[in-house]
């Protein structure tokens, strides 16, 4: 073997070693072996990690413009897969001017949407990774966006270069379609971890509750490895209807160990003193309303009564 071999074949080693060694994206998962507990880094020791428990004493009213959702009324071609860890649904860069975006909601900027997934869990009671008062609904959905002018590796170092959108997916026991229908239909055709299908005249909207008005907000980080602190995190409070029959097909998928994975979300982390930010719907606001005016109607009634006792 002449030298010029030698030293490439050594190069080509090295760099088998440091891009399988250890610190790689490679094998992490959500198995007693590979799952939430022995994710490294950033998971393991930083301080402001998703998902969280939303408690009512850590909430704060914040009467925040509405969140705009812009283009997500266009249609255009997704990618499904299965990746092994979740259900992906990827292309939205190729929309080009039809990219559904985000802005409003308190948020500084603009946000292009890159790409949606889900986690699930083995029963109706655990799935969703952020939960309402310790409560979880079956699944929650993804919609991840990327700060306007922002790479995605250039976003992952900012605190708030992505924006991801939290919706839960509530149970239903009506059998009819419902908009989750688009992507079930197509789950047979990702069944095994690296399988990929095409939906075409996807409408994002689809994947959104009729209701956006209200939503948490905190500052967090990815739920997976390596947990980048960077992170917008809107979490809608009306939820999407999914089937019991959907959510069994969720729960057939197949990860990258051969077998279903029953359960893709990591476990609530702690909230480290953050604060969580509640907008309400315009159904609260009139709610303030009427309520402020019923005090001053009290107020002005017990006034009067007094008026009336010293005269
Ligand atoms: C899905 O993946 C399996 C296993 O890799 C493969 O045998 C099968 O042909 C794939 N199916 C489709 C529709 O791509
Ligand atoms: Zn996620």
């Not at 802005?103 to 889900?118: E, N, T």
């Not at 699944?139 to 976003?155: F, I, M, N, S």
């Not at 688009?182 to 095409?198: A, M, Q, Y």
């Not at 303030?288 to 007094?306: D, G, K, P, Q, W």
């Amino acid at each position: 073997m002449s030298s010029h071999l030698l030293v490439l074949s050594l190069l080509l080693a090295l760099l088998a070693v440091v891009h399988c060694g250890p610190g790689a994206d490679h094998g992490w998962g959500y198995d007693e072996d590979n799952g939430p507990d022995t994710w490294q880094g950033k998971c393991q020791n930083h301080l402001k990690q998703s998902p969280i428990d939303i408690r009512a004493p850590d909430v704060d009213y914040a009467l925040l413009h509405r969140m705009h959702f812009l283009n997500y009324d266009m249609d255009g071609k997704i990618e499904l897969s299965n990746t092994g860890r979740t259900l992906f649904a990827g292309g939205f860069e190729s929309w080009q001017q039809k990219q559904p975006m985000i802005q409003g909601g308190g948020l500084k900027h603009r946000y292009k949407l890159v790409q949606f997934h889900l986690h699930w869990g083995q029963n109706d009671a655990v799935g969703s990774e952020h939960a309402l008062g310790s409560l979880h609904y079956p699944a929650e959905l993804h919609l991840v966006h990327v700060r306007e002018g922002l790479t995605l590796k250039e976003a992952l170092t900012r605190p708030d270069g992505l924006a991801v959108v939290g919706v839960f997916l509530a149970k239903t026991n009506d059998p009819v379609a419902n908009n989750f229908s688009p992507i079930s239909e197509r789950l047979h055709d990702v069944r095994h971890s690296g399988n990929k299908t095409e939906i075409k005249n996807f409408r994002t909207k689809y994947v959104l509750p009729f209701d956006t008005e209200a939503f948490y907000r905190y500052e967090g980080s990815l739920t997976t490895p390596d947990c980048s602190e960077a992170v917008v995190w809107t979490v809608l409070a009306e939820p999407v209807a999914i089937s019991s029959h959907q959510l069994h097909l969720l729960r057939q998928l197949h990860n990258k160990e051969l077998v279903k994975s029953d359960k893709n979300y990591r476990p609530l982390q702690p909230l480290n003193g953050r604060r969580i930010q509640y907008r309400p719907s315009k159904l609260d606001r009139a709610m303030i309303c009427s309520s402020a005016a019923t005090t001053l109607t009290i107020f002005s009634t017990v006034f009067a009564f007094f008026m009336t006792m010293i005269y």
